[in-house]
């Protein structure tokens, strides 16, 4: 199974400042299309989680140009520029390029 | 609008059996790929099974397989977990998702497992 591993952010974030968030894959996720398969999504308080980008960079609809992802084939980070209230919760990164799909342990952030 | 609303869930036995039923609306059921993803009290996500847009090909992860079925009811829009032999780790918030880049989840449903 490909294993994901989460760093930890430096809590709390002060509202307005930048925060990344990484993660990293034991095996590449690229896939021979050319696409690496890396989802990231916030789990708010109490909610269901929200897909925030695929194929490691591509924001999904709706998603705020805050956030932005990037990396290689193992090693990624998520983005959020002048963090807001609304994005504190967990974040988890995900890897699709091969079954069982798995997840990152997840990153708390908590605001100032 | 799209919504996905779980139903079936609540407190079972261990060995017992609970089957989870996931209904869609607002689009094209028929069209996609649907996933079960978990997450136990205070714990992370964990994927679980995904089923194609058809039905014919299901997966699973280890720790359920020969245990847990996916199955989808195309014609009722519907997606379902049959869970048997349930365990106590099994206890969890299960949520539907669909499979894709539109990130449409259910409200998830608890299943507690114990005696």
């Known amino acids: 199974d490909i294993v994901m591993t989460q760093g930890v952010l430096p809590n709390p974030v002060p509202s307005g400042e930048s925060a990344s968030i990484t993660c990293r894959s034991s095996k590449s996720l690229v896939y021979k299309d050319g696409k690496t398969y890396l989802n990231w999504f916030l789990q708010r308080p109490g909610q269901s989680p929200q897909l925030l980008t695929y194929w490691m960079s591509t924001r999904a609809s709706g998603v705020s140009d805050r956030f932005s992802g990037s990396g290689s084939g193992t090693y990624f980070t998520l983005k959020i520029s002048r963090v807001r209230a609304e994005d504190a919760g967990v974040y988890y990164c995900q890897q699709v390029r091969e079954y069982p799909w798995t997840f990152g342990g997840g990153t708390k952030l908590e605001l100032k | 609008e799209v919504q996905l609303v779980e139903s079936g869930g609540g407190l079972v036995q261990p060995g017992r059996s609970m089957k989870l039923s996931c209904a869609a609306s607002?689009?094209?059921?028929?069209?996609?790929?649907m996933a079960w993803v978990r997450q136990a009290p205070t714990k992370g996500l964990e994927w679980v099974a995904t089923i194609s847009y058809d039905g014919s090909s299901t997966y699973y992860r280890d720790s359920v397989k020969g245990r847990f079925t996916i199955s989808r009811d195309n014609a009722k829009s519907t997606l379902y977990l049959q869970m048997n032999s349930l365990r106590s780790e099994d206890t969890a918030t299960y949520y539907c998702t669909r499979v894709g880049y539109s990130g449409y989840w259910g409200q998830g449903v608890m299943v507690t497992v114990s005696s």
């Open positions: 607002g689009f094209t059921f028929s069209n996609y790929g």
